[in-house]
């Protein structure tokens, strides 16, 4: 199996009890154009061209840890997110097309001179897309884990936004000196503890638990503690955008009103589901 044709039969067979055939269509030719820089028009022109052993040897060596339920973006070392690529490593979540469109969402809010938090930003993908989109807004990340930090502030280099990312646990954030916001955004743990036995492999046993999991007796434990911060920090007017639950869009909304918030809406993502909220402070 030396050709392009013949490593995506190949890939076919050796993944079909693991992804789908449209998700293995997906992974071949995020190989070809992320590992091995190929465009389109190459994986279609050259498909019966010969390739390199180091090629093949490369492409086999992935296909093994995909096969092991090892996430193809820890695999080859990042993902694009809103229009960027965004360096990606086990100790963040890896950026999901459903946060693309809480960010989009809030980006819409954006002006110049504005204040922005992101709240457990793990890999910046947030901060860094929001950063973007309006380079006059003073963007600050945060997060619990000193290696996501890291992360976040490497991806913000490599795009050229200057964002002030910190190393900060929000249920303890009576213990910090704190801006005024005018805007909050959040993409916070919300999997029950119970909802884990219909989760994918390599979603459980790979990316961190520490930005998943919530208990079950306590699921919005990060919303309340997000929001009773936003009624602190956020100055008068102020949004707090979240992603949240499905399973759980009343509940978040109802927790949020009964916090003061005005103008709760929720939205559901490009699948029909409940998933993000906004939140407006009077």
Sequence with gaps: ?????????????????????????????????DVFHLTNIDIHLRKNEHLDESFINKFYAIIKRLQSGEPLQYIIGGTEFCGLW?????????PRPETAELVCWASRELHPGMRVLDIGTGSGCIAVSLAKACPQAKVEGIDISAEAVATAQGNALAHGVDIAFSLRDIRKHKDYPWESYHLIISNPPYVRESEQTGMERNVLEHEPRQALFVPDNDPLVFYRTIGAFGQEHLQPGGLLFFEINEALGKE???????QGY?????????HGKDRMVKAGKP
Aim: hydrophobic residues 40%; proline residues 2%.
């Design 262 to 270: 005005r103008q709760v809406e929720l939205r559901q993502d490009i």
């Design 1 to 33: 199996m030396n050709t392009i044709f013949q490593l995506s039969r190949y890939a076919r067979q050796a993944l079909q009890d693991f992804y789908s055939e449209h998700e293995i269509q997906c992974i071949c030719r995020t190989i070809y154009m």
């Design 252 to 258: 978040t909304v109802s927790l949020l009103e009964g």
């Design 86 to 94: 965004f360096k990606t490593n086990p100790s963040v979540l890896i």
